[in-house]
């Protein structure tokens, strides 16, 4: 998972020249099955974005390739998620119970 936030500093009408060209890529990287899913933060102040990648170096290269990435105006943090562990507890080897 993917939080992007505007960086201190940057102003809405900087990122809003780039947002074109970085619509068009993230619809690309969603129709290429490497965006899962994505989100608008509640707060208005960016997205959040769930790739399909095993590392956080994938995610990397992922979000390097995007325009407002390549002209530095966002802040990245990188959070590795995956399945919920403990619901292996709930799988049983073993006989059928009846």
């Keep these: 998972m993917v939080i992007l ?3 201190q500093g940057v102003d ?4 809003m020249k ?3 060209a970085e619509i068009r890529a993230t619809v690309k ?3 290429d099955g490497e965006i899962r899913q994505w989100y608008s933060r509640g707060d208005g102040r960016g997205v959040i974005l769930v790739l399909d990648v095993k590392t956080v170096d994938e995610a990397h290269a992922i979000m ?7 002209v530095n105006l966002m802040d990245h943090e ?9 619901l292996a507890s709930l799988i049983v080897d073993g006989p059928a119970r009846q």
């Design 5 to 7: 936030t505007a960086k």
């Design 64 to 70: 390097d390739t995007l325009p407002l990435s390549k």
């Design 18 to 20: 780039v947002m074109p």
């Design 29 to 31: 990287l969603y129709l």
């Design 78 to 86: 990188y959070i590795p998620v995956g399945p919920l562990l403990p």
């Design 12 to 15: 809405r009408q900087q990122i």
